[in-house]
């Protein structure tokens, strides 16, 4: 995982463990191997999903397990796998969690919109009615400014996302 440029959080050989590291820090995605030295990974796998983290279920036993509800939909990592198999994973992965990024901006810029719309209205009543507006016009420039930060995340994540499209290789 380091080669392919990861941080990693762990690893831990129990779910009690991993559910402390999740509760210090929130990864970007998660391996999760089924069967742990406390039992089978399904609590951890509802953790993962309460935070949104994108994972992939990595066991060599059957699929069974992932017709459970945390579980369901989580794409399989079978055991043994080679580097080209985890390297698509971890690809994969890191799409989906760049994709999800890039809504919750996209729905923050939108909000940032709404409120620059709205406070220009509001100021353009307080005006109206011979009220100081230095105050309403600095929160203004406060939501401007944070609309900037978000538009630059956005096209960050945009780039991101291109990037490990076009560094994917070729299916087959």
């Known amino acids: ?19 402390r590291l999740l509760r210090e820090r929130r990864p970007n995605l998660a391996l999760l191997d089924l069967v742990l030295r406390d039992g089978v990974a ?9 935070l ?29 796998y080679g580097l080209p198999e985890l390297e698509r994973s971890v690809r994969d992965l890191i799409k989906v969690d760049l994709a999800r990024s890039l809504a919750r901006t996209e729905r923050r810029v939108g909000l940032a919109w709404d409120r620059i719309r709205l406070q220009a209205v509001t100021i353009g009543r307080l005006a109206a009615r011979g009220h100081d507006t230095r105050v309403a016009e600095e929160l203004l420039q406060a939501y401007e400014r944070t609309l900037v930060l978000l538009e630059a995340r956005r096209e960050h994540l945009l780039r991101e996302l291109d990037r490990q499209r076009a560094s994917e290789p070729p299916r087959g």
């Open 52 to 80: 949104n983290v994108p994972m992939a279920a990595v066991t060599g036993c059957g699929r069974r397990l992932l017709e459970r509800p945390p579980l369901r939909g989580v794409p399989l990592l079978r055991k043994p």
């Open 1 to 19: 995982l380091r080669r392919l440029g990861c941080a990693v959080l762990g690893p831990t050989g129990s779910g009690a463990e991993a559910s």
């Open 42 to 50: 399904l609590p951890l796998a509802e953790q993962l999903r309460a």
